[in-house]
C-alpha cells in the first residue's frame, strides 16, 4: 500500500511513462530533474519491482510498467471525476491549500478553522508539495495558500508572507546515540556528524537555516538529501547520520528516533502562510 504520497507518485510515473524521458518530463511537470528521479525509484521500491528498463541512451516500460501504466491511469481518472462531481454538485472552486507536513500538524487544522465559511464552497484541497513547488503553484493561480518555512524575501517574488510560528530547534538522532540522554544536546557534540538533510532543490529555505545554526562553525557535512521527512528519519534510523529542523519532527517520528532541543538555542524556524499580494483571506490568519 503506498504512503500519504500516492497521487503525486503516480503523476510523476505517467508523465515518465508517456515520453520515456526524466528530463523531458521534469520539464512538463515544472519540477527539477533529481527529484523527480527520487520519486520514480521511491514508487518502484514501495511496490517491489522495477517499472522502467534503464540504458544509457534508452528508458523503456517494463512488463510491469505497462501493466501499472493502464491502472494508475484509471486511478488518477476516477479521482478527477470524483472531484469534478464534487465542485458540480457546490458550483464553486474549493480551497487551495499547500503544505509540508512536517510543519503543519498543528497550524492546518486551525488554519482550515479559521477560513469558516469558505470550506462551504467544498471541501479544501490539501497538496503535500515542496517549497519550491509551491511557489510555483501560487504564482500560478493554482494555489490560494501555502504552509512554509520563510523562504526569504527574494524567493517570495511578489507573494506575502505571515508568520504564524516560531518552532524551536531540535537534532533528530538514532536510538543508542551517545548523546540521546542529554537534555539538550550541545551542537558541538553532534556538529562533525554526518547530515541527513532535506532537499536542497525543494527546500532551499531548509539550507538557509541550517547555514545560521551552524554560523561561526564548521559546514554541516551533508551525507544524504531527501525529499521527505519519513525518508529523513528512514536514514537516521539506519544510522547514516543525524539531522537537523524543527520540534515538530516529533509529532511525525513517533519512537523510531530522539528528538533533541539544541543548546544553546538555534534560530528558530520561522512557519507561516504565504499568499498572493492582496488575497481576500489575509485578514483570518491573524486568529491562528
Known amino acids: 500500500m503506498l504512503g500519504p504520497m500516492e497521487l503525486r507518485h503516480l503523476r510523476y510515473f505517467l508523465a515518465v511513462a508517456e515520453v520515456e524521458n526524466v528530463s523531458r518530463a521534469a520539464q512538463r511537470l515544472n519540477i527539477s530533474q533529481p527529484p523527480l528521479s527520487r520519486q520514480i525509484r521511491q514508487l518502484e521500491e514501495e511496490l517491489g519491482c522495477a517499472l522502467f528498463e534503464r540504458t544509457p ?41 499547500g503544505y ?8 492546518l487544522p486551525r488554519l482550515l478553522r479559521c477560513l469558516g465559511a469558505e470550506t462551504r464552497r467544498g471541501a ?29 524575501g527574494a524567493a517570495l517574488g511578489g507573494l506575502v508572507f505571515r508568520e504564524l510560528r516560531r518552532i524551536p530547534a531540535c537534532v533528530v538522532l538514532p536510538r543508542g546515540h551517545a548523546a540521546e540522554r542529554r537534555r539538550p544536546v550541545r551542537l558541538e557534540d553532534v556538529e562533525r556528524e554526518p547530515v541527513i538533510a532535506f532537499s536542497r532543490v525543494e527546500y532551499p529555505e531548509y539550507h538557509r537555516w541550517l547555514a545560521e545554526v551552524f554560523k561561526g562553525r564548521a559546514r554541516p557535512r551533508i551525507a544524504e538529501q531527501h525529499d521527505s521527512a519519513a525518508s529523513v528519519f528512514a536514514a537516521i534510523e539506519a544510522g547514516r547520520g543525524v539531522a537537523f529542523g524543527g520540534e515538530s519532527l516529533r509529532e511525525l517520528c513517533g519512537s523510531r528516533v530522539v528528538v533533541r532541543r539544541l543548546a544553546p538555542p538555534a534560530p528558530p524556524i520561522r512557519v507561516g502562510a504565504v499568499y498572493p499580494r492582496g488575497s481576500s483571506w489575509a485578514g483570518r490568519l491573524g486568529e491562528l
Open 57 to 97: 541512451k534508452a528508458l523503456r516500460l517494463t512488463a510491469a510498467g505497462k501493466v501499472f501504466v493502464k491502472q494508475a491511469g484509471e486511478v488518477l481518472r476516477r479521482v478527477e471525476l470524483a472531484v469534478e462531481a464534487v465542485r458540480a454538485v457546490e458550483g464553486r472552486e474549493a480551497v487551495r491549500i
Open 100 to 107: 509540508a507536513p512536517s510543519l503543519a500538524l498543528d497550524i
Open 124 to 152: 479544501p484541497r490539501l497538496h503535500d508539495l515542496g517549497t519550491a513547488e509551491m511557489l510555483r503553484r501560487l504564482r500560478g493561480g493554482k494555489l490560494d495558500f501555502g504552509l512554509v518555512v520563510h523562504p526569504g
